[in-house]
């Protein structure tokens, strides 16, 4: 499997590619210390290929986007209101939403594991916590997913989380007059400190931004990592019944299937000052990608990577990233992940994929299936 990568890794660890004038890492050593390092490896101008090459104005708040003194201030703020345990306490109802997508198909012999379930708990999740109406939560899905995969090569995380945040302004304004107990009324209502040391609300834009990047950045990667549990462990049908049989293992279940399939497989950076690597110069300005999918399966640091093992023992896998701009939403990501594999196995613990129906998707910032039909046993 990934060929490519393993020979990066083995012969070229500093890649660079003539045509689209960018470099990569691909050892887990190389990419965890350019993630931590981000003096060096910027995401000011975007964290993501086409938008460091676009040089789009990035709104304020976007902190996949931003770096320190701005990006810390925002991250903190961020995470005031949008807390693991706030997280953690949203299980019953990402159980409920799990099971309200499983039980139609129950008796049924088939099922999707992406539209079915992947593309609809998460939003369902990501919506609560904000406070959508379930009823408006398809289209804003719809839209978001079109803005990530519809068509366009270069369709990209950036759009998914801007262009059509113009549908959330009704929401924000609505429930300025109308507060709940969901977490844009939390950050409507709270007074932070800004970048001037001034106490004050958040603007109506700055809640925009919030609300933006966390359905966006929540939404498509989980989908994702559903998808690959369907199709990983339909590969692996020892794992698969012996999870069926101890649910316990689900969460480790749910870390090796993360480090195996990374959903967000490449971050990208702006090089800020000259870097020294393996004999070369890479110039400041340059553009440079961390690939941490396959930093996951580098056997320097992951004992036989290229194996499935759901038994395996993993210290930190790169899938959510490393260092100050770690997924703020790791927590929810793992609950949404382990719910969906213990609901399907309390269902089913014998599945196949129909590979002729499913469909993949590619883009630059994430990797996964659009389409996973299976026959259930
Ligand atoms: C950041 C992956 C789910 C919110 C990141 C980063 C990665 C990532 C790799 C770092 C990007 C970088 O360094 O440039 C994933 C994966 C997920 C997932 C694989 C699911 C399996 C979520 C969820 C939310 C979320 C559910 C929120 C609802 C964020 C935010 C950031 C982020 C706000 C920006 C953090 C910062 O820049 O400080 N995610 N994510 N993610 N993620 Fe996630």
Known sequence: PYPVWRRMRDEQPLYYNELYKFYALSRYEDASAALTDWQTYRSGRGSILEVIRANIDIPSGMILFEDPPRHDLHRALLARVFTPKKMLALEPKVREFTARCLD?????????????????????????????????????????????????????????????????????????????????????????????????????????????????????????????????????????????????????????????????????????????????TVPAGSIMTLLNASANRDDRHFPDADHFDIHRRIDRHLSFGYGIHFCLGAALARLEGRVALDEILRRWSEWEIDSENATMDRTSTTRGWRRLPAFLG
């Open 104 to 280: 139609p198909f129950v008796g049924s012999g088939t099922f999707d594991f992406v539209a079915d379930l992947g593309a609809q708990m998460p939003m369902r999740t990501i919506g609560y916590l904000l406070g959508i109406p379930e009823s408006d939560q398809e289209a804003i899905r719809d839209r978001q997913a079109r803005s990530l995969t519809g068509g366009q090569e270069s369709a990209d995380l950036y759009q998914a989380v801007t262009v059509d945040s113009s549908m959330f302004v009704d929401y924000i304004d609505w429930r300025a007059n109308n507060p709940s107990d969901d977490l844009m009324t939390e950050l409507l209502t709270a007074e932070f400190t800004d970048e001037t040391g001034t106490l004050r609300k958040l603007t109506r834009d700055e809640v925009l931004t919030y609300v933006t990047l966390l359905s966006g950045a929540g939404n498509e990667t989980t989908t994702r990592l559903i998808g690959w549990t369907g199709k990983l462990l339909a590969e692996h049908p020892d794992q698969r019944r012996e999870l069926a049989a101890d649910r316990s293992l689900v969460p480790n279940a749910i870390e090796e299937i993360l480090r195996y399939e990374a959903p967000s497989p490449i971050q990208a950076r702006y090089v800020a000052r000259d870097v020294e690597l393996y004999g070369q």
